[in-house]
């Protein structure tokens, strides 16, 4: 059998620093995840109303594609034994939230969307449309670059 297939022990961080962050980006994955899970009907209405630049299939993908995207990112932030190709998967999910994101939130503030807000999870986590919605956002995006350097999972050079 392959050592690709089979359950491997996460290699260890880079930093303490970069374990810390890799935790926090953690833990505001699973607050969204959960919140978004329990209001997915009243976000489904609201990802239609923000006229996103996809057609109606894609407006309905958007949300799913974001938990899932959230859940499945945890593994590797939180360095559970999993398989090697998982833990690159896992790792690319946790950049692909973060970009999902950034992306929710440039849209709306660029789109001139000023009665809506940038809604992450139903009323729980929104913020008014503004630049700082997007340097929130853009700061969330580097709590996922940071884990994904820190928490590397492939062989390294000399550090």
């Known amino acids: 059998m392959s050592i690709f297939v089979t359950t491997t022990p996460a290699p ?3 930093t303490i620093n970069s374990l810390k962050v890799s935790i926090l980006y953690a833990v505001i994955l699973t607050a969204a995840a959960v919140t978004q899970l329990f209001n997915f009907e009243d976000l489904l ?3 239609q109303s923000i006229n996103l630049p996809f057609n109606e299939a ?3 993908a958007f949300l799913p594609l974001m938990v899932v995207a959230e859940v499945f990112a945890l593994p590797f932030l939180l360095r ?3 398989s090697p190709a998982f833990r690159y998967v896992s790792m690319f999910l946790g950049l692909l939230a973060a970009a999902l994101w950034i992306f929710l ?3 709306v503030v660029l789109s001139g969307q000023s009665d809506s807000t940038v809604n992450y999870s139903s009323s ?3 913020f008014l449309p503004g630049f700082y919605a997007i340097f929130i956002t853009l700061a969330i995006g580097i709590l996922a670059i940071w884990s994904a350097w ?3 999972p492939g062989k390294r050079t000399a550090d």
């Open 80 to 82: 559970m034994d999993v």
């Open 150 to 152: 820190g928490l590397w």
């Open 105 to 107: 939130a440039c849209w």
């Open 45 to 47: 209405v609201y990802i």
């Open 58 to 60: 894609g407006d309905y």
């Open 12 to 14: 260890k961080p880079r």
């Open 124 to 126: 729980l986590i929104s």
